[in-house]
């Protein structure tokens, strides 16, 4: 599926995360490949890093609450954790996985962030 995206938009990276891209987060502070059956979960078990985290734009728009810069000197370790993971199996969507480190693989993300 995500190679016949890619295959007709050139310029598109399809990222999976599964659950949710919080679990994308939630590597930045652990490793991890336990797979969560709902977001909740997974925000259930980010909150023991990130206590004031909400799924709303709200959260991620407050001024003084930049969750980029929260999580940026934690990169390298969100990807050393994402890259442990299997792969996303259609056969069995239970597994726990992420591919956000693909966004900072590529060289225009790498020409802006040094990872």
């Known amino acids: 599926m995500t190679n016949n995206l890619s295959f007709v938009c050139k310029n598109v990276v399809v990222i ?5 891209l919080e679990f994308w987060i939630l590597l930045h502070f652990e ?3 336990k797979y969560f059956d709902n977001c909740e979960g997974a925000i259930k078990q980010l909150k023991k890093y990130l206590p004031d985290f909400e799924k709303t734009s709200k959260y991620f728009t407050k001024q003084d609450n930049d969750i980029y810069l929260k999580l940026k000197p934690k990169l390298k370790t969100a990807i050393a954790n994402a890259k442990k993971l299997k ?3 259609l056969d069995n969507p239970k597994t726990a996985m992420t591919q956000m480190q693909l966004l900072y693989e590529t060289d225009e993300m790498k020409s802006i962030i040094n990872v």
């Open 87 to 89: 792969a996303f199996d």
């Open 31 to 33: 490793s991890t490949g």
């Open 16 to 20: 999976i995360n599964n659950p949710c």
